[in-house]
């Protein structure tokens, strides 16, 4: 998933500013951290509040929203160097409460909550802005340059230089799988949700898509060129971890011959063999060269069955479990499912028994570290715990902090940054636990934050936080060490 407010969405794009030649350190001249917006600013009548943001090259725009004590709201776009300086608004005021920013790569990009619409914005406010695609559903997809989108009529364009009003959106596809609903909410629009394995997919130089008639392709980009991956009935897909291995089933649940059936296709010989299940990516867990399913049986009783989509060898085990990870060493990271589950196991397919494991389930959107898998262990009720690394082979536990809240974020550098609040919803301090242990406060009533590209190769090493406070008010940042 892309990166996240711990309470909103906030979309941002790849940036340099300041002395620093590291991409992933972008320090500005004085202390740290830099106020880059105020909420007592003329500009604002009531009480100002950070509602989104975006950061593309070296200007972050942040959106704020502000009622009166009538209840009247009012949204202000503005756009500021990454290191403070003068805003600027980007929008109308007038039409600020239906434009949600984000961003999609290196470029800034507003979304029309009312038409979907997608619209270049210029962060420096120098430009007017233009559109990009209409009606869009699902995630933007940057590839070959340029973004890729599917419109509700299954309409799939391509845009080779977003920043350039005269480049024409081209059509690439009519007919092609789309979500039914918009899924775009001021988050980084790379990276949004589809629910229904039919979003188009990033393939290199190109994107993968499946036609509503079945058929799934790749459309390699900038040319337009289709080659045909599944000459079949295709309703749904997902690419697995390793990307030589696509999992799909037939185009609906209630036919005949697609109904409880799913596929993994073997994109070298263009084969595909079967697998238990029925919906994608719901039925289906995947990690590495595992995929897994669970199947309820008449008897009551309940089975977890495992498939190496690289060899294709399959077992089977009691219980439904989540598989969490592939470890190095062949085994498997897997956690029980119910109401009174809790905990973890190493299971060997050697073996195929469940070894329990006193190390805690990672977290649904947690990316993978190099050092290993990270969890946070909390009692029945607590919003903070323990917050431990187990290693790649399974054998070694490590506590990287105590008294971590649930809206942490880790970097890959390893450092962990979280609000410790006096009770949940409530501003708090803005912690960073260093990898050596050392624990400093950044910041007093901190309503939440983000850090960019958090989990990605583009990840950056700063946060981005919201303060909520009569003079301190305001979106600030922070380089951390």
Do not use: K
Not at 331 to 353: F, K, Y
């Amino acid at each position: 998933m892309g990166e996240r407010w711990v309470v909103v969405g906030l979309g941002l794009g790849i940036a340099a500013c300041g002395p620093t030649s590291d991409r992933t350190r972008r320090t500005c001249d004085g202390d740290e951290p830099v106020q880059l917006v105020s909420s007592s600013e003329p500009r604002f009548r009531g009480d100002a509040r950070v509602a989104n943001a975006a950061i593309v090259d070296d200007r972050v725009a942040v959106t704020f929203w502000e009622s009166d004590e009538r209840g009247n709201e009012r949204w202000h776009s503005l756009a500021v160097d990454a290191c403070g300086g003068e805003s600027v608004e980007l929008f109308e005021v007038a039409a600020q409460w239906r434009r949600m920013l984000g961003s999609a790569g290196a470029w800034m990009v507003a979304v029309d909550t009312e038409t979907d619409d997608v619209h270049w914005i210029d962060p420096r406010a120098s430009a007017p802005s233009h559109p990009l695609f209409t009606d869009m559903r699902g995630c933007l997809v940057e590839v070959a340059g340029g973004l890729v989108a599917v419109d509700a009529e299954g309409v799939l364009s391509f845009r080779e230089d977003p920043a350039d009003p005269s480049s024409p959106t081209r059509e690439l596809a009519r007919g092609v799988l789309a979500p039914r609903y918009a899924s775009a909410f001021g988050d980084d629009l790379r990276a949004c949700f589809g629910g229904d394995g039919d979003l188009p997919v990033r393939d290199g130089d190109g994107v993968l898509v499946a036609y509503a008639d079945g058929t799934l392709v790749r459309i390699a980009l900038p040319s337009g060129t289709e080659e045909t991956l599944i000459d079949g009935a295709v309703g749904q897909f997902v690419v697995l971890d390793d990307s030589r291995y696509v999992a799909w089933r037939g185009p609906s649940l209630h036919s005949d011959d697609a109904c409880c059936e799913l596929n993994v296709l073997e994109r070298s010989t263009g084969a595909s063999f079967w697998i238990d299940g029925g919906t994608l990516p719901g039925d289906l867990d995947w990690s590495g060269r595992w995929a897994s399913t669970f199947s309820f049986e008449f008897d009551g009783t309940s089975t977890q069955r495992y498939v190496d989509v690289v060899t294709q060898a399959r077992f089977e085990i009691d219980d439904w479990w989540n598989l969490e990870a592939a470890l190095s060493d062949g085994r498997m990271l897997i956690s029980p499912v119910g109401d009174d589950a809790s905990g973890t196991a190493i299971l060997d397919p050697a073996s195929r028994i469940p070894e329990p494991l006193e190390f805690p389930p990672p977290g649904w959107d947690q990316p993978e570290y190099d050092d290993g898998i990270v969890g946070l262990e909390l009692a029945p009720d607590a919003w903070s715990g323990r917050l431990m690394r187990l290693s790649w082979d399974g054998r070694t536990i490590d506590v990287l902090g105590e008294g971590v809240a649930q809206d942490y974020l880790r970097t890959q550098r390893g450092t962990v940054v979280f609000i410790d609040r006096p009770e949940f919803g409530v501003p708090g301090r803005l912690t960073r636990i260093d990898v050596d242990g050392d624990r400093e406060v950044i910041a007093d009533d901190v309503e939440l934050f983000v850090v960019p590209y958090h989990g990605s190769d583009r990840e950056l090493e700063e946060v981005l936080f919201s303060v909520r406070h009569p003079d301190r008010g305001g979106l600030w940042r922070y380089v951390l060490p």
